[in-house]
């Protein structure tokens, strides 16, 4: 059964800093891996969607990498600002007939001024 | 305005009431899940449709029931069953098999 760890479960880091959130599955048999933002109440909003082929992905001051041979990805957050405070959440299609994402706990940023 | 629309936000049950919350969807996407959060936990799938008139159960269904009449709506009803309904209700869809999911703003479901 897939499982996905997020680590650290919390983040601090002063404004501006540069960033990077891990997270790692056990099966490497995946179809693809998408990263989202929550903030506090609110629903998931989609950041990037990595297929399997894929190595990274880019979206303004968002980098997302996968490297399925040793079941890792990161986010990478440039020039972080307090606007970016949230949890952010992994998770993984592992496809073959499983019509679910298994998702992490994810890693709560908060980016001080 | 495309999207998806969970409603209501807030949601209070009393002890043996069934409850329903809604999720509507205009992005014309084929698929619609139910997910549950609690804190401190993953997010947990507890029904799926790919197609109208079809739904699966997920990892943890007791307690619930949905339905897919039309391919805009998935509403999850909760019922008297559920032991410990008390969580954030996520909805989301996509278009299918392998491909980026999007998730409503959740309903928060609390037992009084």
């Known amino acids: 059964k897939q499982e996905v760890t997020q680590i650290p479960a919390a983040l601090s880091v002063p404004e501006g800093e540069n960033l990077v959130l891990n997270c790692s599955f056990t099966?490497?048999?995946?179809?693809?891996l998408q990263w989202f933002r929550q903030d506090p109440g609110k629903g998931l909003t989609s950041l990037l969607l990595?297929?399997?082929?894929?190595r990274e992905q880019t979206s303004g001051r968002l980098n997302a990498s996968l490297d399925k041979s040793s079941g890792r990805s990161t986010l990478y957050i440039a020039a972080s600002q307090p606007g970016d405070s949230a949890t952010y959440l992994c998770a993984v299609d592992s496809g073959a007939g499983s019509y679910q994402l298994t998702f992490g706990k994810g890693t709560k940023l908060s980016v001080i001024p | 305005d495309g999207g998806i629309t969970q409603s209501p936000k807030y949601l209070f049950r009393k002890e043996g009431q069934n409850v329903t919350l809604s999720c509507e969807q205009n992005l014309n996407h084929d698929a619609m899940y139910w997910y549950r959060q609690d804190p401190g936990q993953g997010l947990r799938l507890i029904y799926y449709?790919?197609?109208?008139?079809?739904?699966q159960k997920g990892d943890i269904a007791e307690g619930y029931s949905v339905s897919r009449e039309k391919k805009e709506s998935f509403p999850l009803t909760v019922t008297s069953a559920q032991k410990n309904p008390t969580a954030f209700y996520l909805c989301a869809t996509d278009l299918g098999f392998d491909t980026e999911a999007f998730f409503g703003q959740g309903t928060r479901l609390t037992v009084v």
């Open positions: 990595i297929q399997s082929s894929q």
């Open positions: 099966d490497s048999a995946i179809y693809n």
């Open positions: 449709s790919q197609i109208v008139n079809d739904f």
